[in-house]
């Protein structure tokens, strides 16, 4: 168990994929298993914190004492996050949340044609966390950046764009890091220019690491 330096905190954790309806029978999603979230959860729990989860649909059981609210859509999420956030001390969304849902979900299967190709026209979800960004008061917030290219300036400028106290730079691209595994590798970005570079570690290292900071911008 980590130190009880989360005590009297409310951590609202955002963990998993969104699924965006297609049809009655498909979805578009991505391959967050939700691990580095509920790493966090179970980590903050430990610490003291009063812990809300809100999750995207996962093959894991809720840390034992967490609060889960579980949902689909990236717009189901966007409705559970904000109406938690304002009992929320400090918010960390590790999410992977869909920037685009089909325009329009189909009533019915979509069958097959003839034609060989068939396109979609997906519009934007709406960005959670920038929203939390600009009703931030008090509150730490941490968000999430995975990247494939252009690591740190990807970062920052989601840092500085949404209004963040510290961002979690993932290069999904690596071995180790990133959707479905046990390890992640990070870098801490800040908003006065710091960045914190940490090795590989399991993502319940990382959920600690990350905490430490969140404990000490909350002491600052
Ligand atoms: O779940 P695992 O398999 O353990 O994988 C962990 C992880 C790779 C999912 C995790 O470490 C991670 O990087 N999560 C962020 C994934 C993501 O969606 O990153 P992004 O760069 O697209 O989004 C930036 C931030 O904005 C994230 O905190 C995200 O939660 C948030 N966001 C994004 C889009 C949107 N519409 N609303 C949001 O709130």
Known sequence: LGPADLAGETVLVTAGPTREELDPVRYLSNYSSGKMGYAIAAAARNRGARVILVS????????????????????????????????????????????????????????????????????????????????????????????????????????????????????????????????NIVRLLYPDGRVEELPQMSKDEVAHRLLDRVAGLRKA
């Open 56 to 183: 995207g649909p996962t093959c894991l059981d809720a840390p034992c004492g967490v609060e889960l609210h579980q949902v689909v859509s990236a717009r189901q999420m966007r409705e559970a996050v904000l109406a938690q956030a304002a009992s929320a001390s400090i918010i960390i969304k590790a999410a992977a949340v869909a920037d685009y849902r089909p325009a329009q979900a189909a009533a019915q299967k979509i069958k097959k044609t003839g034609a060989e190709a068939l396109t979609l026209t997906l519009e934007k979800n709406p960005d959670i966390l920038a929203e939390l960004g600009r009703i931030k008061e008090q509150r730490i917030l941490v968000g999430f950046a995975a990247e494939t290219a252009d690591l740190l300036a990807n970062a920052r400028k989601k840092l500085t764009e949404k209004g963040l106290d510290m961002i979690v730079a993932n290069d999904v691209s690596q071995p180790g890091a990133g959707f479905d595994v046990d390890t």
